[in-house]
């Protein structure tokens, strides 16, 4: 299997490639893209740059060009439920972008014709995802993320995004990735852990805990690539 390993920031995708060790190389598209083998896969990652239009490159690019039949989404994410701390892990179970908005048509937030409010992830690399949490002893917490070209970080813009989306996080790049992944027909998984709450703190709760939480997300999504069939 070919699995592609995407994240938006260097701080996200650099404790991939460390545990990989080995890996190699190719520049394509204003980009790099590395390409490894783990657990008896072919993997192919890259970090796309922060938001929706760079993350849409990158994943169309992993499985177009370079072959990649499902793929991982490895990072950070503000959180919007209450049940969510700093360090935690959550899973998509669906996806919507905030930001795109037609409602001056009639449409809902988040909805353009043909398309579709949200986007569901795979339910079989979500289950696998649950089985890593239970053999490593993690809480997994699963439900809507929210996805927009904005760094949330006031309390008003993230309870309209709670309230509008039932999103229980957010982040920059998730619901971009699953348009590709959903037009394409190929599995993905969007998997972050909380960096900050966005709210009025969240600036500085992200540049104080990205590494840590990009660590845990890291650490996690490479267990998952082992315990793919
Ligand atoms: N990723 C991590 N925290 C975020 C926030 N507050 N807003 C958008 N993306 C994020």
Redesign the pocket.
Known sequence: MKIAIMAAMPEELMPILAQLGEYTQVEYAKNRYYFAKFGGHELVLAYSKIGKVFSTITATTMIEKFGAQMLLFSG???AISPKLSIGDLIIATQLAQHDLDITAFGHPFGYVPEGSVMIPSDAKLNAIARDVAIQKGLKLHEGIIATGD????NAQRKNWIADTFQADA???EGGSVAVVCNALSIPFCILRAI??S?DGS?DVD?DTFLASSAQESAQFVLAMVDAIA
Do not use: I
Request: net charge negative.
């Open positions: 950070v994410a503000g904005q760094f949330v970080a957010l982040e920059m960096s900050d966005a969240a992200f």
